[in-house]
């Protein structure tokens, strides 16, 4: 009898073990709206592939929810008197995937192959340095051109991804295949438009962080059969859950609903003078294109098509940016004021502008609603709906008048403003070109404060609100739907997933 | 028959050649840029201009074609400009999620269109009659991506009976692989077994009125015998064609299907290489989709020979 006692203690004890422990074993399911492309930190392009890299790859810093630079594999830096040169402290006890030890000649190999690998597309967010100098085991200084504000933003996304140097020597640019880095995560197996799983890394550094045995990401492009997934159980936990899908997931007791107001930008991008096409009304005549800008009820626009699930916007940052310019707050509609302006610019009967889209859901009802607010105030837009490949050579050769586009957005101002308003941007597709302008946003890449910066850009979003060669009309929302047994996740502004702390509890 | 085979096989290879080069000249002709897809937002000129002399893209189409088809007589299909994999391991990947999901869709096609054919055919005029033409009709006009959400949202999300979409090998989970495939295959199957139900009916009907059938029936014959046994065998032979073509478009891909589902098969490769300009993979799906389709067709006339003896002393 005693025997039976005590072997059902046993027994309920072991039972109030295995319970009490952390639900291990998990395998978290997220679905990607895409597929991603190659998974080489140095090749890809792809938003979703930065998804992927969230949990594969780590970074020299990462940034918080409010855009501030935080130690990752680098723990504090320094940057010289002159601005000119970095040195940075790096963690100690960090292996890549494949027990390569991190340390400052792996950073300084990653840097050079960043910079010089022939398909590397990181070379002009690494532009500034010059040369690495590896001072110590864990201790390495960047040589910089001249000040850089940009940089640190730059190394806390793919240009400071830290891929193992021995692997990505022996792969080259076959890398992607079986990426190596020093992620919580490993690489296991990918099926392209299928899935990519990654497993836990025992050897991570911050390994107790981590709560799941594998990450699985699949691909679902389509968005209500993404939110069925996530209903039926299929996965944990989806990205980008289409705005009008919003009350139905809302409704569904076992699901939470996340979001943050993304750093890009959705709007119109006009030709002011790319080819022949630039030479038009439209391009010459900065009075139209305000014109437009008043007639649009960018609130309205938001509630129409988004169900006021994002972020109504006329800058380029949202306003909940700290770099908004605050003194020029989305103004509702003036029709009368639009009307004015067309009048001054010689076209008080109206005048007609044809506007290239993406042929797809979003963007043509956002120009729908654009179409029939503009035209009260006289503005006939006509709709061109392109393939996105199509629409993004014409754009780049010249051949547009406006065109309907965005950016995913930067963690630093200058990435949403430096490459398209300066007169040799990279992608300046609207050839706009302003002394004062490239004046004030290459002086906001070298200034040493945050202050003397923000002034720099609030000034020139001031000319760019008065010239518009971009019309800005709103921010994405980055929206999250996850199974309410995930816990602890935090949404950031880049959209990416971040699996520390997070834990799933049933 | 073999030297008819042979024959149908020498022509095979020319069609193909002409099918690859005709492709290859489209896709050509598609406006965009591959490498403005390819260079990503941020579009680095020195980039830009290393890949396109990577790529080959400043040669003369002709001899893009002809470094393309000499790689490929080599087994080697090329490597997918988006991800970097090579084309041949990209289709190793789909090809059995694509057949699986071909016989699967092609069962229920068979099992649901050719007993509703006989039965509408010998129920000619008759409600029976009626009640099949209308749900064959409503099976070719229902959306495949219409009923694929209604099916999902029923099935999956409310019943919780089958999985929402996905895939899973038949060699990892047996039960799991058909089950995830019974929505999608069902969906593609409903459209075919209504093209294969108007065939049956009206092959039925005619081969009904051939003096053979009457002279079965005037022997005295029981009607299910004359109707299994002397007028189907022969009605199907058509129908059998039908099959085969039915089954190499399969093969081809179902984009909508597999979009909806998310089935990592043919037609949601092709999809995203056209959109991102992944020649690579556009030409070598085409290639195997062409090489499978005349396969198709060639084992249908040798099915002809197997089925009509008339037809073997010839």
Known sequence: MLHLKTAMITALLSATALSASPVFAKDLRIALQSDADVLDPDQSRTFVGRIVYASLCDKLVDITPDLEIIPQLATSWTTSEDGTAITMQLREGVVFHDGTPFNSQAVADNIERSQTMDESRRKSELASITSTEVTGEYVIVMNLAGPDATLMAQLADRAGMMVSPTAAAAAGTDFGLNPVCSGAFSFTERVAQDKIVLTKFDDYWNADAINFDSVTFLPIPDTTVRLA???????????????TDLTQARGDDSIVVDSAVSLGYQGITFNLANGEKGDNPWGNDKRLRQALSFAIDREALNQVVFDGAFAPGNQSFPSSSPWYNTSLPVEPANIERAQELLAEAGYPDGIDLEVQVPNSTEPLAVMQVVQAMAAPAGINISLTSKEFATLLSDQSAGDYFASQIGWSGRVDPDGN????ATTDGGINDSKFSDPKMDELLNAARIAGT????????????????????????????????YNDSLKGFTPYPDGMIRLEGVTWEE | MLPFLLRRILIAIPTILLISIFVFALQKLLPGDPLLVLAGEERDPETLAFLREKYRLNDPIWMQYLAWIGN????????????NQPVTELIAQKLPVTIQLAVMSMIFALVIGIPAGILSAVKKGTVTDYIANFVALSGLSIPNFWLGIMLILLVAVKWQLLPASGYVPLSEDFWRSITTMLMPSFVLGTALAATLMRHTRSSMLSVLSADYVRTARAKGLAERVVILKHALRNALTPIVTLTALLFGELVAGAVLTEQIFTIPGFGKLIVDAVFNRDYAVVQGVVLVTAVGFIFMNLLADALYFVLNPRLRGH
């Open chain 2, 72 to 83: 490929a007589l080599q087994g080697d299909l090329g490597t997918s400009l988006r991800t």
């Open chain 1, 450 to 481: 945050t202050a003397e910066r923000k002034a720099l850009y609030d000034e020139a979003t001031a000319i760019m609100l008065d010239e518009l060669p971009r019309l800005f009309l709103y921010h994405v929302n980055w929206i999250w739907a």
């Open chain 1, 229 to 243: 997934n996530l209903q039926s159980g299929d996965i944990d936990m989806l990205e980008r859950l289409a705005a």
């Open chain 1, 417 to 420: 403003n430096h490459q398209f």
